[in-house]
């Protein structure tokens, strides 16, 4: 029973089955890895990119609008307010999703998500409000160039895993077969 278990096992690291879910699992892992590597941490005070976004109140039907950072400073908006409370919508059929989530409160501020998400691009932007003041605290895009280099790195380290495995079976099982001398 034992040399069967053991049989097996030696089997399994070269099967397709193996390497299929190796594959799948670095493939939904990496992709998600990559944008959480790709996130800009800002330090107070710094400037955010262009695509930083805060919610603000809506004059349109939808509970809330995401504007540029650089939009919501504007005199142009001055009429908002900025949107403090836990909402989502969807329009477009689903196509274009919108979330604000409020993330923590304390006695700095209170710290807010917002997402937004379309058919090819999702950004998600954190931000503390402290009296009326918006403080940028980070930015996370997620886009199929992540899921693509997500899927070559899966491929690549899929192979190369299985090639190391491949060639230390080898190793393992000449050094079982090996005489063993007895004292």
Same mark, same amino acid.
């Given at each position: 029973?034992?040399?069967?278990?053991?049989?097996?096992? @030696?089997?399994?690291?070269?099967? *397709?089955?193996a390497?299929?879910?190796?594959?799948?699992?670095?493939?939904?892992?990496?992709?998600?890895?990559?944008?959480?590597?790709?996130?800009? $941490?800002?330090?107070?005070?710094?400037?955010?990119?262009?695509?930083?976004q805060? /919610?603000?109140?809506?004059?349109? !039907? *939808?509970? #809330?609008?995401?504007?540029?950072?650089?939009?919501?400073?504007?005199?142009?908006? %001055?009429?908002?307010?900025?949107?403090?409370? %836990?909402?989502? #919508?969807?329009?477009?059929?689903?196509?274009?999703?919108?979330?604000?989530?409020?993330? /923590?409160? @304390?006695?700095?501020?209170?710290?807010?998500?917002?997402?937004?998400?379309? $058919? $090819?691009?999702?950004?998600?932007?954190?931000?503390?409000?402290?009296? !009326?003041?918006?403080?940028?605290?980070?930015?996370?895009?997620?886009?199929?160039?992540?899921?693509m280099?997500?899927?070559?790195?899966?491929?690549?380290?899929? *192979?190369l895993? #299985? #090639?190391?495995?491949?060639?230390? *079976?080898?190793?393992?099982?000449?050094? %079982?077969?090996?005489?063993?001398?007895?004292?």
């Open positions: 029973m034992r040399q069967h278990i053991k049989l097996t096992l @030696s089997r399994f690291p070269h099967s *397709k089955l390497f299929l879910c190796v594959f799948l699992l670095l493939m939904f892992l990496l992709p998600r890895l990559l944008s959480w590597l790709s996130a800009t $941490d800002y330090q107070p005070g710094a400037v955010p990119s262009g695509l930083f805060v /919610a603000v109140s809506s004059h349109t !039907g *939808k509970p #809330f609008e995401l504007v540029s950072l650089q939009e919501a400073r504007s005199p142009a908006l %001055a009429g908002r307010t900025l949107w403090t409370q %836990a909402a989502r #919508f969807s329009e477009g059929g689903g196509i274009r999703e919108a979330e604000v989530r409020i993330v /923590a409160q @304390s006695p700095q501020g209170t710290l807010i998500e917002t997402i937004d998400s379309d $058919d $090819d691009l999702t950004l998600t932007s954190r931000y503390r409000v402290t009296a !009326g003041r918006i403080e940028p605290v980070s930015l996370q895009t997620f886009s199929p160039g992540h899921v280099s997500g899927i070559l790195l899966a491929i690549a380290l899929s *192979k895993l #299985f #090639f190391v495995l491949h060639t230390l *079976k080898p190793l393992s099982m000449s050094q %079982a077969n090996a005489p063993q001398e007895k004292p």
